[in-house]
């Protein structure tokens, strides 16, 4: 156990240590064209995080991510430059919109949350990415230019990427704290009850469906947040951006950080695919190659992730067989009828 202890503390002094760097990252780090990075991967990262609480807490896979996040990126736009709204108001009711379709959608999808599930979502998406290209009212194939801006707040005026890195920031870091907040709740067991599996879960009194469109709800919501952001910090949006292929990608980030880490898989999974294909844009004939030969290395060679493949050291194995029994012993003691 001592060495279960000695990881946890290093562990603890690691974050201390990464979340102080990145607060500090554009006070080092001068070059916009890094921002812009930066801020994609904090996108990214969040993205990949929603397909970690659908996949490994509800046991379901999406592909209807990119219809959210261009839900709540239309939803803001929308709210913006036709209603007048201020980006501060416009955000949180593009969540709110986002989440009451993903009710909606998801009390029907989820019935059947196998394959007849997955081909829903993917077909959502295309029927979302259709309805904003075909209807002008909605921009048409050509979209939106020109968002708005987040209006000023506090003096601060977004006509940099220095500001909306710290937003994306502030945004990530609130989310993250709200998944491990519901991860470390009931809430969250009966989501790992879930996921491992269903059947137990519905004999310990455990209303299976309701908890799995809660966390569809949830993940489609924070995709929807995401969308807001990228709407108004790319100040363009075009029904392409969110089509199918959109959804796919979302979710190598977790597969190639590790699927099991619900936090950090997501993470190092959005760095890799963000940073790496876009340093290799200097040779773009064959980017597409090699990015398509990382990622197949990175499967063959960690096939439970990178995370989830250094994860067989043994003073990491024993943390995580150490987790492993505290969240049995929860499940167990805290599971009953609801």
Known sequence: MKFVTNWRASRTAIIIVVLVITVLLPLIVRNSYWHHLFIMGFINSLLGMTFSVIFCCAGMVNLGTGAFFGIG???????????????????????????????????????????????????????????????????????????????PIGGIEFNTKVPYYYLILCLFLLVVVVFKALYASRIGRVWKAVSLSPRLAETLGINVYRYRVLAFVIASSAAGLAGSFYAHYTQTIAPQTFGGFFSILVQLYPILGGIDFYVFGPI????????IPEYLRITKEIEPIITGLLLLTIVIFFPRGIIGSLSNFPHVRLARISDRVKEITNWLSGMGPR
């Open 268 to 275: 190092l999974g959005a760095a890799i695919m963000t940073f």
């Open 73 to 151: 990126a239309y939803a803001s736009t929308m709210l913006v430059m036709i209603g007048g709204w201020p980006f501060w108001f416009a955000l949180p009711t593009s969540i709110g919109i986002t989440g009451i379709i993903a009710t909606a959608f998801g009390l029907i999808s989820i019935r059947n949350p196998g394959v007849p599930f997955v081909l829903l979502t993917m077909i959502f998406a295309e029927i979302i990415s259709q309805i904003a290209g075909q209807i002008q009212f909605f921009g048409g194939w050509g979209g939106f230019i020109m968002v708005p801006r987040p209006n």
